[in-house]
Protein backbone atom coordinates (compact mmCIF):
# COMPACT_ATOMS: atom_id res chain seq x y z
CA UNK A 1 0.00 0.00 0.00
CA UNK A 2 1.08 3.20 -0.82
CA UNK A 3 1.86 5.91 2.01
CA UNK A 4 -0.89 8.11 2.90
CA UNK A 5 1.52 11.55 2.38
CA UNK A 6 2.47 9.65 -1.11
CA UNK A 7 -1.13 9.11 -2.18
CA UNK A 8 -1.94 13.11 -1.59
CA UNK A 9 1.27 13.91 -3.49
CA UNK A 10 0.13 11.84 -6.55
CA UNK A 11 -3.23 13.35 -6.14
CA UNK A 12 -1.85 16.37 -7.31
CA UNK A 13 -0.69 15.63 -10.21
CA UNK A 14 -3.24 13.14 -11.69
CA UNK A 15 -5.72 15.55 -13.08
CA UNK A 16 -3.62 17.51 -15.51
CA UNK A 17 -1.72 13.95 -16.74
CA UNK A 18 -5.45 12.58 -16.89
CA UNK A 19 -6.55 15.14 -19.16
CA UNK A 20 -4.18 14.03 -21.96
CA UNK A 21 -4.99 12.77 -25.42
CA UNK A 22 -5.86 8.92 -24.42
CA UNK A 23 -2.49 7.19 -26.33
CA UNK A 24 -3.90 5.18 -28.86
CA UNK A 25 -2.74 1.28 -28.83
CA UNK A 26 0.38 0.88 -30.89
CA UNK A 27 -0.40 -0.99 -34.25
CA UNK A 28 2.86 -2.26 -36.30
CA UNK A 29 2.44 0.61 -39.11
CA UNK A 30 2.65 3.06 -36.08
CA UNK A 31 5.53 1.95 -34.81
CA UNK A 32 8.63 4.47 -34.77
CA UNK A 33 12.21 4.02 -33.50
CA UNK A 34 13.62 6.52 -31.08
CA UNK A 35 16.48 8.33 -31.71
CA UNK A 36 19.44 7.62 -29.98
CA UNK A 37 19.27 10.72 -27.58
CA UNK A 38 15.87 10.05 -26.85
CA UNK A 39 16.60 6.35 -26.45
CA UNK A 40 18.91 7.23 -23.76
CA UNK A 41 17.09 9.84 -21.83
CA UNK A 42 13.95 7.44 -21.95
CA UNK A 43 16.23 4.79 -20.41
CA UNK A 44 17.83 7.61 -17.91
CA UNK A 45 14.06 8.75 -17.20
CA UNK A 46 12.84 4.82 -16.19
CA UNK A 47 15.58 3.81 -14.47
CA UNK A 48 15.33 7.09 -12.09
CA UNK A 49 11.42 6.39 -11.81
CA UNK A 50 12.27 2.54 -10.85
CA UNK A 51 14.86 4.23 -8.45
CA UNK A 52 12.51 6.64 -6.62
CA UNK A 53 9.95 4.22 -6.38
CA UNK A 54 12.21 1.90 -4.74
CA UNK A 55 13.19 5.06 -2.29
CA UNK A 56 9.34 5.32 -1.25
CA UNK A 57 9.24 8.44 -3.17
CA UNK A 58 6.06 7.35 -4.93
CA UNK A 59 5.26 10.94 -6.44
CA UNK A 60 8.39 11.40 -8.24
CA UNK A 61 8.05 7.85 -9.34
CA UNK A 62 4.79 8.78 -11.05
CA UNK A 63 6.17 12.08 -12.66
CA UNK A 64 9.26 9.92 -14.23
CA UNK A 65 7.33 7.35 -15.33
CA UNK A 66 4.27 10.05 -16.96
CA UNK A 67 7.63 11.67 -18.49
CA UNK A 68 8.33 8.57 -20.10
CA UNK A 69 5.48 8.12 -22.04
CA UNK A 70 5.94 11.55 -23.30
CA UNK A 71 9.35 10.35 -24.59
CA UNK A 72 8.30 7.11 -26.09
CA UNK A 73 4.26 6.89 -25.97
CA UNK A 74 4.31 3.48 -27.22
CA UNK A 75 6.82 1.86 -24.53
CA UNK A 76 4.70 -0.59 -22.27
CA UNK A 77 6.40 -0.41 -18.95
CA UNK A 78 5.60 3.24 -17.76
CA UNK A 79 1.58 2.17 -18.81
CA UNK A 80 2.35 -1.26 -16.35
CA UNK A 81 3.38 0.56 -13.54
CA UNK A 82 1.59 3.76 -13.72
CA UNK A 83 -1.67 1.23 -13.82
CA UNK A 84 -1.03 0.21 -9.80
CA UNK A 85 -0.83 4.24 -9.21
CA UNK A 86 -4.58 4.34 -10.57
CA UNK A 87 -5.69 1.64 -8.86
CA UNK A 88 -4.40 2.88 -5.32
CA UNK A 89 -5.97 5.97 -6.31
CA UNK A 90 -9.29 4.45 -7.21
CA UNK A 91 -9.40 5.35 -10.77
CA UNK A 92 -10.07 2.02 -11.89
CA UNK A 93 -11.03 3.21 -15.45
CA UNK A 94 -7.62 4.82 -16.04
CA UNK A 95 -6.31 1.44 -14.60
CA UNK A 96 -7.57 -0.57 -16.71
CA UNK A 97 -6.87 1.19 -20.09
CA UNK A 98 -3.13 1.55 -18.98
CA UNK A 99 -3.31 -2.03 -18.58
CA UNK A 100 -4.48 -2.91 -21.45
CA UNK A 101 -2.50 -0.84 -23.24
CA UNK A 102 0.75 -2.48 -21.52
CA UNK A 103 -0.49 -5.78 -22.74
CA UNK A 104 -1.51 -4.65 -26.33
CA UNK A 105 1.98 -3.00 -27.08
CA UNK A 106 3.62 -6.21 -25.67
CA UNK A 107 1.68 -9.13 -26.17
CA UNK A 108 4.15 -11.77 -25.52
CA UNK A 109 4.59 -9.86 -22.01
CA UNK A 110 2.34 -12.78 -19.64
CA UNK A 111 3.12 -10.28 -16.60
CA UNK A 112 1.12 -7.74 -18.31
CA UNK A 113 -2.11 -9.81 -19.82
CA UNK A 114 -2.08 -11.95 -16.25
CA UNK A 115 -2.38 -8.10 -13.96
CA UNK A 116 -5.03 -7.28 -17.04
CA UNK A 117 -6.94 -10.89 -15.91
CA UNK A 118 -6.57 -10.15 -12.40
CA UNK A 119 -7.91 -6.62 -12.72
CA UNK A 120 -11.01 -7.80 -14.77
CA UNK A 121 -11.42 -10.60 -11.77
CA UNK A 122 -11.51 -7.62 -9.48
CA UNK A 123 -14.28 -5.53 -11.17
CA UNK A 124 -16.52 -8.68 -11.54
CA UNK A 125 -15.83 -8.64 -15.63
CA UNK A 126 -15.66 -12.31 -15.99
CA UNK A 127 -15.88 -12.41 -19.42
CA UNK A 128 -13.05 -10.88 -20.28
CA UNK A 129 -11.18 -12.64 -16.87
CA UNK A 130 -12.07 -16.02 -18.61
CA UNK A 131 -10.90 -14.42 -22.15
CA UNK A 132 -7.44 -13.74 -20.48
CA UNK A 133 -6.76 -16.30 -18.63
CA UNK A 134 -7.85 -18.63 -21.89
CA UNK A 135 -4.95 -16.76 -23.59
CA UNK A 136 -2.51 -17.12 -20.54
CA UNK A 137 -3.53 -20.78 -20.82
CA UNK A 138 -2.67 -21.44 -23.97
CA UNK A 139 0.98 -19.62 -23.58
CA UNK A 140 1.98 -22.00 -21.51
CA UNK A 141 0.70 -25.69 -21.82
CA UNK A 142 2.44 -25.85 -17.71
CA UNK A 143 0.25 -23.43 -15.66
CA UNK A 144 -2.16 -25.74 -13.42
CA UNK A 145 -2.81 -22.19 -11.52
CA UNK A 146 -4.23 -20.59 -14.33
CA UNK A 147 -6.40 -23.51 -15.36
CA UNK A 148 -7.27 -23.64 -11.60
CA UNK A 149 -8.55 -19.90 -11.57
CA UNK A 150 -10.42 -20.89 -14.89
CA UNK A 151 -11.93 -23.64 -13.21
CA UNK A 152 -13.41 -21.68 -10.87
CA UNK A 153 -14.39 -18.54 -13.26
CA UNK A 154 -16.09 -21.14 -15.73
CA UNK A 155 -18.22 -22.46 -12.22
CA UNK A 156 -18.92 -18.88 -11.57
CA UNK A 157 -20.88 -18.60 -15.13
CA UNK A 158 -22.05 -22.52 -14.61
CA UNK A 159 -20.35 -23.00 -17.75
CA UNK A 160 -19.93 -27.03 -16.65
CA UNK A 161 -18.19 -28.70 -19.64
CA UNK A 162 -15.40 -26.04 -19.77
CA UNK A 163 -15.39 -27.23 -16.19
CA UNK A 164 -14.53 -30.80 -16.64
CA UNK A 165 -12.10 -29.64 -19.95
CA UNK A 166 -10.52 -27.43 -17.14
CA UNK A 167 -10.24 -30.43 -14.67
CA UNK A 168 -8.62 -32.81 -17.56
CA UNK A 169 -6.06 -29.94 -18.13
CA UNK A 170 -5.08 -29.90 -14.43
CA UNK A 171 -4.82 -33.55 -14.17
CA UNK A 172 -2.75 -33.59 -17.37
CA UNK A 173 -0.55 -31.03 -16.06
CA UNK A 174 -0.42 -32.31 -12.26
CA UNK A 175 -1.43 -35.71 -12.43
CA UNK A 176 -4.84 -37.23 -10.81
CA UNK A 177 -5.75 -36.71 -7.69
CA UNK A 178 -8.63 -37.89 -4.98
CA UNK A 179 -9.85 -34.16 -5.28
CA UNK A 180 -9.42 -33.63 -8.92
CA UNK A 181 -12.06 -36.51 -9.64
CA UNK A 182 -14.05 -36.17 -7.26
CA UNK A 183 -14.50 -32.39 -8.15
CA UNK A 184 -15.01 -33.88 -12.02
CA UNK A 185 -17.92 -36.21 -10.11
CA UNK A 186 -19.67 -32.82 -8.70
CA UNK A 187 -19.24 -31.05 -11.78
CA UNK A 188 -21.23 -34.19 -13.56
CA UNK A 189 -23.85 -33.91 -10.69
CA UNK A 190 -24.54 -30.22 -11.03
CA UNK A 191 -25.23 -31.00 -14.99
CA UNK A 192 -27.26 -33.51 -13.41
CA UNK A 193 -25.55 -36.58 -15.56
CA UNK A 194 -25.92 -38.94 -12.33
CA UNK A 195 -24.60 -41.80 -14.62
CA UNK A 196 -20.96 -40.05 -15.42
CA UNK A 197 -20.87 -39.16 -11.83
CA UNK A 198 -20.95 -42.52 -10.98
CA UNK A 199 -19.22 -43.65 -13.40
CA UNK A 200 -16.27 -41.43 -12.28
CA UNK A 201 -16.64 -42.15 -8.76
CA UNK A 202 -17.03 -46.12 -9.89
CA UNK A 203 -13.48 -45.90 -11.43
CA UNK A 204 -11.72 -43.80 -8.67
CA UNK A 205 -12.93 -46.66 -6.17
CA UNK A 206 -11.35 -49.19 -8.65
CA UNK A 207 -8.04 -47.38 -8.65
CA UNK A 208 -7.57 -48.82 -5.05
CA UNK A 209 -9.23 -52.27 -4.47
CA UNK A 210 -7.86 -52.33 -1.24
CA UNK A 211 -8.65 -49.40 0.80
CA UNK A 212 -12.77 -49.74 1.35
CA UNK A 213 -13.03 -46.04 2.26
CA UNK A 214 -13.95 -45.68 -1.54
CA UNK A 215 -16.52 -48.22 -1.32
CA UNK A 216 -18.35 -46.46 1.29
CA UNK A 217 -18.27 -43.47 -0.87
CA UNK A 218 -19.80 -45.08 -3.42
CA UNK A 219 -22.54 -46.10 -0.88
CA UNK A 220 -22.78 -42.61 0.19
CA UNK A 221 -23.45 -41.58 -3.22
CA UNK A 222 -26.02 -44.19 -3.79
CA UNK A 223 -27.67 -43.12 -0.40
CA UNK A 224 -28.15 -39.31 -1.59
CA UNK A 225 -29.36 -40.71 -5.04
CA UNK A 226 -32.31 -43.00 -3.66
CA UNK A 227 -30.63 -46.17 -3.69
CA UNK A 228 -30.93 -46.97 -0.24
CA UNK A 229 -30.67 -50.62 -0.28
CA UNK A 230 -27.74 -51.00 -2.61
CA UNK A 231 -25.92 -48.39 -0.11
CA UNK A 232 -26.60 -50.36 2.38
CA UNK A 233 -25.23 -53.79 1.05
CA UNK A 234 -21.97 -51.68 1.05
CA UNK A 235 -22.13 -50.91 3.94
CA UNK A 236 -22.71 -53.73 5.95
CA UNK A 237 -20.35 -55.38 3.24
CA UNK A 238 -17.44 -52.97 4.37
CA UNK A 239 -18.74 -53.37 8.03
CA UNK A 240 -18.24 -57.28 8.08
CA UNK A 241 -14.57 -56.64 6.63
CA UNK A 242 -13.26 -54.08 8.67
CA UNK A 243 -15.50 -54.31 12.15
CA UNK A 244 -13.77 -50.84 13.11
CA UNK A 245 -14.40 -49.01 9.77
CA UNK A 246 -15.12 -45.56 11.22
CA UNK A 247 -16.25 -44.42 8.07
CA UNK A 248 -18.74 -47.47 6.95
CA UNK A 249 -19.98 -47.46 10.72
CA UNK A 250 -20.88 -43.38 10.54
CA UNK A 251 -22.84 -44.54 6.98
CA UNK A 252 -24.48 -47.06 8.12
CA UNK A 253 -25.80 -45.38 11.21
CA UNK A 254 -27.21 -42.82 8.87
CA UNK A 255 -28.85 -45.38 7.32
CA UNK A 256 -30.51 -46.58 10.21
CA UNK A 257 -31.74 -42.96 10.99
CA UNK A 258 -33.24 -42.42 7.83
CA UNK A 259 -35.17 -45.88 7.50
CA UNK A 260 -36.20 -44.62 11.22
CA UNK A 261 -34.64 -47.58 12.60
CA UNK A 262 -34.04 -45.87 16.06
CA UNK A 263 -32.82 -48.67 17.74
CA UNK A 264 -30.10 -49.88 15.38
CA UNK A 265 -29.32 -46.64 14.82
CA UNK A 266 -28.35 -46.31 18.65
CA UNK A 267 -26.24 -49.56 19.00
CA UNK A 268 -24.35 -48.79 15.55
CA UNK A 269 -23.43 -45.28 17.57
CA UNK A 270 -22.23 -46.72 20.76
CA UNK A 271 -19.85 -48.77 18.69
CA UNK A 272 -18.56 -45.74 17.00
CA UNK A 273 -18.28 -43.58 20.27
CA UNK A 274 -16.64 -46.24 22.95
CA UNK A 275 -14.39 -47.78 20.18
CA UNK A 276 -10.80 -46.17 21.08
CA UNK A 277 -10.47 -46.38 17.26
CA UNK A 278 -13.01 -43.71 16.67
CA UNK A 279 -10.57 -40.27 15.98
CA UNK A 280 -11.78 -37.93 18.91
CA UNK A 281 -13.18 -34.85 16.06
CA UNK A 282 -15.68 -37.60 14.74
CA UNK A 283 -16.76 -38.41 18.65
CA UNK A 284 -17.13 -34.59 18.95
CA UNK A 285 -18.97 -34.05 16.13
CA UNK A 286 -21.31 -37.39 16.58
CA UNK A 287 -21.89 -36.14 20.62
CA UNK A 288 -23.11 -33.33 19.80
CA UNK A 289 -25.69 -34.35 17.38
CA UNK A 290 -27.21 -36.30 19.92
CA UNK A 291 -27.12 -33.72 22.47
CA UNK A 292 -28.66 -31.64 20.34
CA UNK A 293 -31.70 -34.05 19.19
CA UNK A 294 -31.65 -34.99 22.58
CA UNK A 295 -32.39 -31.11 23.87
CA UNK A 296 -35.13 -31.25 21.16
CA UNK A 297 -36.92 -33.86 22.47
CA UNK A 298 -37.50 -32.38 25.89
CA UNK A 299 -33.64 -32.64 27.37
CA UNK A 300 -33.44 -35.75 29.52
CA UNK A 301 -29.81 -35.13 30.71
CA UNK A 302 -29.93 -39.17 32.25
CA UNK A 303 -29.09 -40.95 29.13
CA UNK A 304 -26.84 -38.40 27.62
CA UNK A 305 -24.94 -38.90 30.65
CA UNK A 306 -25.08 -42.71 30.54
CA UNK A 307 -23.48 -42.38 27.26
CA UNK A 308 -20.71 -40.13 28.36
CA UNK A 309 -19.79 -42.66 31.29
CA UNK A 310 -19.49 -44.95 28.96
CA UNK A 311 -17.51 -43.49 26.28
CA UNK A 312 -14.81 -41.94 28.83
CA UNK A 313 -14.74 -45.99 30.40
CA UNK A 314 -13.65 -47.00 27.50
CA UNK A 315 -11.23 -44.22 26.85
CA UNK A 316 -10.21 -43.21 30.33
CA UNK A 317 -7.01 -40.87 28.64
CA UNK A 318 -9.55 -38.68 26.00
CA UNK A 319 -9.30 -35.53 27.84
CA UNK A 320 -11.49 -33.89 25.27
CA UNK A 321 -14.77 -35.62 25.84
CA UNK A 322 -13.94 -35.91 30.05
CA UNK A 323 -14.15 -31.83 28.87
CA UNK A 324 -17.07 -32.35 26.75
CA UNK A 325 -18.84 -34.08 29.34
CA UNK A 326 -18.24 -31.33 31.93
CA UNK A 327 -19.08 -28.79 30.04
CA UNK A 328 -22.77 -30.55 28.92
CA UNK A 329 -23.41 -30.89 32.84
CA UNK A 330 -22.54 -26.91 33.02
CA UNK A 331 -25.18 -26.61 30.22
CA UNK A 332 -27.36 -28.40 32.09
CA UNK A 333 -26.95 -26.31 35.34
CA UNK A 334 -26.03 -29.52 37.48
CA UNK A 335 -24.63 -28.88 41.10
CA UNK A 336 -21.46 -26.98 41.19
CA UNK A 337 -19.77 -29.79 43.19
CA UNK A 338 -20.44 -32.18 40.49
CA UNK A 339 -19.09 -29.92 38.06
CA UNK A 340 -16.15 -29.31 39.74
CA UNK A 341 -15.66 -33.57 40.04
CA UNK A 342 -15.95 -33.98 36.41
CA UNK A 343 -13.30 -30.59 35.31
CA UNK A 344 -10.93 -32.67 37.91
CA UNK A 345 -11.14 -35.68 35.83
CA UNK A 346 -9.98 -33.34 33.02
CA UNK A 347 -7.01 -31.99 34.91
CA UNK A 348 -5.95 -35.45 35.84
CA UNK A 349 -5.96 -36.52 32.06
CA UNK A 350 -4.66 -33.19 31.13
CA UNK A 351 -2.87 -30.66 33.90
CA UNK A 352 -2.22 -28.22 31.50
CA UNK A 353 -5.82 -27.45 30.92
CA UNK A 354 -5.97 -24.28 32.28
CA UNK A 355 -9.86 -23.83 30.65
CA UNK A 356 -10.84 -26.42 33.38
CA UNK A 357 -8.93 -25.11 36.22
CA UNK A 358 -10.06 -21.49 35.68
CA UNK A 359 -13.51 -22.73 35.44
CA UNK A 360 -12.76 -24.93 39.45
CA UNK A 361 -11.03 -21.43 40.33
CA UNK A 362 -13.69 -19.59 40.00
CA UNK A 363 -16.43 -22.24 41.03
CA UNK A 364 -14.79 -22.00 44.68
CA UNK A 365 -13.67 -18.35 44.67
CA UNK A 366 -17.80 -18.16 45.19
CA UNK A 367 -17.24 -20.45 48.70
CA UNK A 368 -14.29 -18.23 49.42
CA UNK A 369 -12.01 -21.73 49.36
CA UNK A 370 -9.01 -20.36 49.71
CA UNK A 371 -6.53 -23.27 50.63
CA UNK A 372 -8.22 -24.72 47.34
CA UNK A 373 -7.73 -22.04 45.43
CA UNK A 374 -4.32 -21.69 46.73
CA UNK A 375 -3.74 -25.57 45.85
CA UNK A 376 -5.01 -25.48 42.22
CA UNK A 377 -2.88 -22.12 41.58
CA UNK A 378 0.14 -23.54 42.80
CA UNK A 379 -0.24 -26.67 40.60
CA UNK A 380 -1.22 -24.41 37.84
CA UNK A 381 1.66 -22.20 37.67
CA UNK A 382 4.47 -25.10 36.92
CA UNK A 383 1.53 -26.50 33.91
CA UNK A 384 1.08 -22.72 33.39
CA UNK A 385 4.08 -20.56 33.86
CA UNK A 386 3.15 -17.90 31.04
CA UNK A 387 -0.66 -17.71 32.40
CA UNK A 388 -0.80 -14.69 34.66
CA UNK A 389 -4.55 -15.23 35.79
CA UNK A 390 -2.94 -17.61 38.25
CA UNK A 391 -0.49 -16.14 39.47
CA UNK A 392 -3.22 -13.48 40.23
CA UNK A 393 -5.51 -15.99 41.47
CA UNK A 394 -3.04 -16.93 44.14
CA UNK A 395 -2.09 -13.84 45.21
CA UNK A 396 -5.48 -12.38 45.93
CA UNK A 397 -6.02 -15.87 47.61
CA UNK A 398 -2.74 -15.78 50.08
CA UNK A 399 -4.67 -11.79 50.21
CA UNK A 400 -7.98 -12.93 51.79
CA UNK A 401 -5.82 -15.32 54.21
CA UNK A 402 -3.74 -12.17 55.24
CA UNK A 403 -0.25 -14.25 53.93
CA UNK A 404 1.46 -10.70 52.56
CA UNK A 405 4.24 -12.39 52.05
CA UNK A 406 3.56 -14.61 49.96
CA UNK A 407 0.63 -12.69 48.47
CA UNK A 408 3.50 -10.24 47.54
CA UNK A 409 5.46 -12.85 45.80
CA UNK A 410 2.10 -14.17 43.85
CA UNK A 411 1.57 -10.46 42.34
CA UNK A 412 5.32 -10.17 41.80
CA UNK A 413 5.71 -13.29 39.67
CA UNK A 414 2.10 -12.23 37.55
CA UNK A 415 3.45 -8.38 36.83
CA UNK A 416 6.77 -9.98 35.88
CA UNK A 417 5.08 -12.77 33.24
CA UNK A 418 3.18 -9.40 31.76
CA UNK A 419 4.29 -8.32 28.05
CA UNK A 420 2.09 -6.52 25.40
CA UNK A 421 -0.53 -8.89 24.95
CA UNK A 422 -1.50 -8.88 28.53
CA UNK A 423 -4.63 -8.85 30.19
CA UNK A 424 -4.21 -4.77 31.51
CA UNK A 425 -7.28 -5.57 34.32
CA UNK A 426 -5.18 -7.92 36.23
CA UNK A 427 -1.98 -6.71 35.63
CA UNK A 428 -2.88 -3.40 36.61
CA UNK A 429 -4.87 -5.04 39.71
CA UNK A 430 -1.37 -7.06 40.37
CA UNK A 431 0.14 -3.79 40.58
CA UNK A 432 -2.40 -1.91 42.54
CA UNK A 433 -2.29 -4.45 45.47
CA UNK A 434 0.97 -5.10 45.48
CA UNK A 435 0.96 -1.23 46.13
CA UNK A 436 -0.86 -1.93 49.11
CA UNK A 437 1.00 -4.72 50.16
CA UNK A 438 4.58 -3.14 50.22
CA UNK A 439 2.77 0.40 51.92
CA UNK A 440 1.84 -2.57 54.88
CA UNK A 441 5.48 -3.33 54.91
CA UNK A 442 6.42 0.34 55.14
CA UNK A 443 8.06 0.15 51.79
CA UNK A 444 6.29 3.48 50.57
CA UNK A 445 8.93 4.60 47.99
CA UNK A 446 8.51 1.07 46.60
CA UNK A 447 4.34 1.18 47.18
CA UNK A 448 4.30 4.51 45.16
CA UNK A 449 6.00 2.72 41.99
CA UNK A 450 4.10 -0.28 42.18
CA UNK A 451 0.92 2.36 42.02
CA UNK A 452 2.42 4.02 38.92
CA UNK A 453 3.06 0.85 37.69
CA UNK A 454 -0.81 0.05 37.61
CA UNK A 455 -1.69 3.49 36.21
CA UNK A 456 0.44 2.75 33.20
CA UNK A 457 -1.67 -0.14 32.58
CA UNK A 458 -4.67 1.43 33.32
CA UNK A 459 -5.07 5.28 33.85
CA UNK A 460 -8.33 4.91 34.89
CA UNK A 461 -8.11 2.47 37.98
CA UNK A 462 -10.31 3.85 40.05
CA UNK A 463 -8.87 1.61 43.57
CA UNK A 464 -5.46 2.68 42.97
CA UNK A 465 -5.88 6.30 42.50
CA UNK A 466 -8.06 6.47 46.35
CA UNK A 467 -5.57 4.71 47.25
CA UNK A 468 -2.64 6.31 45.81
CA UNK A 469 -4.06 9.37 46.60
CA UNK A 470 -4.75 9.01 50.33
CA UNK A 471 -1.17 7.70 51.19
CA UNK A 472 0.11 10.50 49.59
CA UNK A 473 -2.23 12.74 52.03
CA UNK A 474 -1.39 10.36 54.95
CA UNK A 475 2.38 11.47 54.50
CA UNK A 476 1.38 15.10 53.61
CA UNK A 477 3.50 14.19 50.35
CA UNK A 478 2.59 15.45 46.20
CA UNK A 479 -0.92 16.92 48.03
CA UNK A 480 -1.56 18.57 44.11
CA UNK A 481 -1.21 15.76 42.29
CA UNK A 482 -3.25 13.01 45.30
CA UNK A 483 -6.09 16.22 45.00
CA UNK A 484 -6.50 15.46 41.28
CA UNK A 485 -6.40 11.64 41.29
CA UNK A 486 -8.71 11.64 44.39
CA UNK A 487 -10.91 13.67 42.43
CA UNK A 488 -10.94 11.47 39.27
CA UNK A 489 -12.43 8.48 41.85
CA UNK A 490 -15.09 10.87 42.94
CA UNK A 491 -16.58 12.06 39.37
CA UNK A 492 -16.30 8.09 38.54
CA UNK A 493 -18.14 7.32 42.02
CA UNK A 494 -19.70 10.33 43.39
CA UNK A 495 -21.53 9.04 45.75
CA UNK A 496 -18.87 5.89 46.77
CA UNK A 497 -18.15 7.48 50.87
CA UNK A 498 -14.47 5.70 50.93
CA UNK A 499 -14.25 7.79 47.83
CA UNK A 500 -15.66 11.54 49.26
CA UNK A 501 -13.99 10.74 52.39
CA UNK A 502 -10.37 10.22 50.67
CA UNK A 503 -11.45 13.75 48.94
CA UNK A 504 -11.94 15.44 52.05
CA UNK A 505 -9.05 14.74 53.71
CA UNK A 506 -7.10 15.57 50.64
CA UNK A 507 -8.96 18.84 50.89
CA UNK A 508 -8.32 19.09 54.29
CA UNK A 509 -4.46 18.70 54.60
CA UNK A 510 -4.26 21.24 51.95
CA UNK A 511 -6.07 23.59 54.73
CA UNK A 512 -9.19 24.20 51.71
CA UNK A 513 -11.75 23.32 55.52
CA UNK A 514 -14.73 24.69 53.74
CA UNK A 515 -14.66 22.44 51.06
CA UNK A 516 -13.58 19.36 52.66
CA UNK A 517 -16.70 19.82 54.81
CA UNK A 518 -18.56 19.90 51.70
CA UNK A 519 -17.10 16.06 50.98
CA UNK A 520 -16.99 14.94 54.48
CA UNK A 521 -20.51 15.39 54.82
CA UNK A 522 -21.23 13.52 51.84
CA UNK A 523 -19.70 10.56 52.68
CA UNK A 524 -21.09 10.04 55.97
CA UNK A 525 -24.79 10.88 54.02
CA UNK A 526 -24.26 7.87 51.79
CA UNK A 527 -22.11 5.69 54.10
CA UNK A 528 -25.30 3.39 54.51
CA UNK A 529 -23.76 0.51 57.06
CA UNK A 530 -25.08 0.41 60.06
CA UNK A 531 -22.30 1.14 61.64
CA UNK A 532 -20.42 4.14 60.26
CA UNK A 533 -16.22 3.68 59.29
CA UNK A 534 -14.31 4.93 62.54
CA UNK A 535 -11.50 6.52 60.60
CA UNK A 536 -14.00 8.62 58.50
CA UNK A 537 -16.36 9.49 61.81
CA UNK A 538 -13.07 10.59 63.09
CA UNK A 539 -12.08 12.79 59.67
CA UNK A 540 -15.55 14.41 59.99
CA UNK A 541 -14.91 15.21 63.80
CA UNK A 542 -11.36 17.20 62.90
CA UNK A 543 -12.58 19.06 59.68
CA UNK A 544 -15.59 20.20 61.32
CA UNK A 545 -12.91 21.34 64.61
CA UNK A 546 -11.37 23.02 61.79
CA UNK A 547 -14.32 24.84 60.25
CA UNK A 548 -14.99 26.40 64.39
CA UNK A 549 -17.75 23.80 64.63
CA UNK A 550 -16.44 22.43 68.22
CA UNK A 551 -19.57 20.52 69.47
CA UNK A 552 -19.77 18.55 66.29
CA UNK A 553 -16.14 18.10 66.28
CA UNK A 554 -16.34 16.61 69.61
CA UNK A 555 -19.94 14.31 69.14
CA UNK A 556 -17.97 12.89 65.79
CA UNK A 557 -15.17 11.97 67.80
CA UNK A 558 -16.80 10.22 70.80
CA UNK A 559 -19.11 8.22 68.15
CA UNK A 560 -16.09 7.48 67.10
CA UNK A 561 -14.37 6.51 70.05
CA UNK A 562 -17.24 4.12 70.45
CA UNK A 563 -16.83 2.81 67.23
CA UNK A 564 -13.48 1.22 67.70
CA UNK A 565 -11.34 3.79 67.02
CA UNK A 566 -7.93 3.24 68.55
CA UNK A 567 -5.88 6.48 67.87
CA UNK A 568 -4.76 7.60 71.20
CA UNK A 569 -4.99 11.14 70.30
CA UNK A 570 -8.58 10.70 70.51
CA UNK A 571 -9.57 11.04 73.97
CA UNK A 572 -7.16 13.89 74.01
CA UNK A 573 -9.28 15.62 71.69
CA UNK A 574 -12.16 15.21 73.36
CA UNK A 575 -10.95 16.37 76.44
CA UNK A 576 -9.18 19.30 74.91
CA UNK A 577 -12.11 20.23 72.82
CA UNK A 578 -8.83 21.10 70.21
CA UNK A 579 -7.98 19.22 66.67
CA UNK A 580 -4.15 17.49 67.02
CA UNK A 581 -2.14 16.31 64.44
CA UNK A 582 -0.95 13.41 64.38
Not at 134 to 139: F, G, K, N, S
Not at 179 to 198: G, H, I, P, Q, T
Not at 420 to 427: F, G
Amino acid sequence: MLAVLAVILIATVIPSFARKKTTPVRRAEDSCVLSANDRRRYEYFYLEALRQQNGGHYAAAFDLLSHCLSIDPHAPEPYFLLSSYLMELHQDSLARHYLEQAAALNPDNSSYLERLAQYFISAKDFDRAISAYEQLAARDLSRSDVWNILLSLYQQQKRYDKMIGAIGNIERIDGSSEDLVLSKMRVYEMMDNKKAAYVTLKALADEHPYDLNYQVMIGNWLMQNGKKKDAFRIFTHVSRQEPDNTYAQSSLYDYYRAEGQDSLAHLVLEDILISPKTDTDTKVSMIKQVIQENEQRGGDSIPVLRLFGQIMDANPQDSVIAELNAAYMSLKKMPEDTVNQALMRVLRISPDNAGARLQIIQSKWKRQQWDDIISLCRQAVAYNPEELRFYYFLGLAYFQKDDNERSLDAFSRCVGQANEQSNAEIVSDAYSLMGELLHRKGLKDEAYAAYDSCLQWKQDHIACLNNYAYFLSEDNRDLEKAEQMSYRTVKAEPKNPTYLDTYAWILFMQKRYAEAQIYIDQALMNDTDSVQSPVVVEHAGDIHAMNRQMDKAVAYWQQALKSGNDNPLLPKKIKLKKYIAR
